[in-house]
């Protein structure tokens, strides 16, 4: 079990960047494959990147691509979505996930999560 707390949201100009943080409960971090989704109002809750469970293996949305990093710190317990060039589109509410894993295996469907963040609001305006 791990609890998952996410900050860095806020309201920023487009072109701006923003860094998301999400810090795990559990010093066993290292065994969870983390993800990083968004929902806006309206719309279905959307892939933006994900990480394997010791880093170094890495997907990100293709609305993101080039714009978004996704990094980790297993000795912190973070997981870090470092958002550059940010655009209107982005605006939405990000979540931080996480899954058990005992593969290098990236997901990026959200029902292969099974731990949540409460969510940390992002909002880009022109």
């Known amino acids: 079990q791990v609890q998952l707390v996410e900050s860095g949201g806020g309201s920023v100009q487009a072109g701006g960047s923003l860094r998301l943080s999400c810090v795990a409960s559990r010093s066993s971090f290292s065994s969870y494959g983390m993800g990083w989704f968004r929902q806006a109002p309206g719309k279905p809750r959307e892939f933006v990147a994900a990480?394997?469970?010791?880093?170094?293996?890495?997907k990100v949305g293709d609305s993101v691509k080039g714009r978004f990093i996704i990094s980790r710190d297993n000795a912190k317990n973070m997981l870090v979505l470092q958002m550059n060039s940010l655009k209107v589109e982005d605006t939405a509410v990000y979540y931080c996930?996480?899954?058990?894993?005992?593969?290098?295996?990236?997901?990026?469907?959200?029902?292969?999560?099974?731990?949540w963040g409460q969510g940390t609001q992002v909002t880009v305006s022109s």
């Open positions: 996930a996480a899954r058990w894993s005992y593969s290098d295996f990236v997901k990026t469907d959200p029902n292969e999560y099974t731990h």
């Open positions: 990480i394997n469970n010791v880093g170094g293996v890495s």
